[in-house]
Nanobody, 119 residues
Framework: QVQLVESGGGLVQAGASLRLSCAASGIISRIMGWYRQAPGKQRELVADISVSGITRYADSVKGRFTISRDNAKNTVYLQMNSLKDEDTAVYYC???????????????WGQGTQVTVSS
């Protein structure tokens, strides 16, 4: 069974920082990433990182957010600095890779963590 356990969301003021963490188990992750969904909007990619460390970022977060991962812990982090009102959303961890119990490829999602930025 694949599990993604997220932590680190919360309510902060504009300009503050937050760090999200997501620990994956039951899967050998290739890509790990963060998506977000604001009320009334589609879910969008925030950032992702390959097992070799190649990163992608949404234009709206470049220079403010940093994604990293610890392959030994199968954990991905999202350091969010200079937070803005428009960063308010539910943030979802995502990974794809080989499920250890079935040896099949799968994409998995975390339960989501709320990030609220107030001005």
């Amino acid at each position: 069974q694949v599990q993604l356990v997220e932590s680190g969301g919360g309510l902060v003021q504009a300009g503050a920082s937050l760090r999200l963490s997501c620990a994956a188990s039951g899967i050998i992750s290739r890509i790990m990433g963060w998506y977000r969904q604001a009320p009334g909007k589609q879910r969008e990619l925030v950032a992702d990182i390959s097992v070799s460390g190649i990163t992608r970022y949404a234009d709206s977060v470049k220079g403010r957010f940093t994604i990293s991962r610890d392959n030994a812990k199968n954990t991905v982090y999202l350091q969010m600095n200079s937070l803005k009102d428009e960063d308010t959303a539910v943030y979802y961890c995502n990974t794809d890779g080989v499920v250890q119990s079935t040896s099949r490829w799968a994409t998995s999602w975390g339960q989501g963590t709320q990030v609220t930025v107030s001005s």
